[in-house]
């Protein structure tokens, strides 16, 4: 009698543990399963990824500012200065070699051309100077642009696209009032095509 009670312990234990096992199991599955369903809701819509990465870029536009704060803008407009104080300096050296060591007058674009004609290689000289000269001058007028942006608060914003044009294309040309993939292909780029569709809605 002692065995078959010990016996049916035994299967009595046994049985416990084979529920245990399988609840256990049917646990682990469930926990499967909801990572599972985890992994499928974090990756992007298979059926319509255009649709989610628009959504990823509106989200973006949206969060983005819309100005450089103030000491970003202080610290562009000491770079423009700096800019602006080297081209003036380069400008004047060009005055200083245009002048006539002659006379000790400015050589004017049109003054005595015909007679400079047969120094051909100092005439493409004086025309390279001016050509400079003219550049240089026009750049320092787009400073001066750049610096009226600045105290008005717009420098930086895309007039196209109307976001933030990134430091790194500021600090390699100051001048810049588009983002470069806009001055370069003439479209605005993705984030860009966003923010202008906004802009439409009037939102
Ligand atoms: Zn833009």
Redesign the pocket.
């Known amino acids: 009698m002692a065995t078959k009670r010990g016996s049916k312990a035994v299967v009595k234990g046994t049985v416990q543990i084979m529920k245990e096992k399988a609840a256990a199991r049917s646990k682990q599955v469930k926990k499967a399963g909801a990572t599972m369903k985890k992994a499928v809701a974090a990756k992007p819509d298979k059926v319509a990824p255009k649709k989610a990465a628009t959504a990823r870029l509106v989200a973006q536009v949206a969060a983005a500012p819309k100005f450089y704060p103030p000491e970003e803008l202080k610290r562009f407009k000491e770079m423009i200065l700096a800019k602006r104080k080297e081209t003036i300096e380069e400008l004047d050296s060009l005055k200083e070699s245009m002048m006539d060591v002659t006379t000790g007058e400015y050589i004017s674009e049109s003054s005595n051309y015909s007679l400079h004609m047969e120094q051909g290689t100092d005439a493409m000289e004086r025309e390279k100077t001016f050509l400079f000269a003219s550049r240089g001058s026009k750049f320092v007028n787009q400073l001066d642009d750049a610096l009226a942006r600045i105290d008005a608060r717009t420098y930086g914003v895309?007039k196209?696209?109307g976001?933030l044009?990134p430091k790194e294309r500021l600090d390699a040309v100051p001048t810049a009032q588009?983002?470069a993939?806009?001055k370069n292909t003439g479209l605005?780029?993705d984030k860009?095509r966003v923010a202008l569709a906004k802009k439409k809605a009037g939102k």
Do not use: A, H, Q
């Open positions: 895309c196209t696209c976001l044009v588009t983002c993939e806009y605005p780029c860009g």
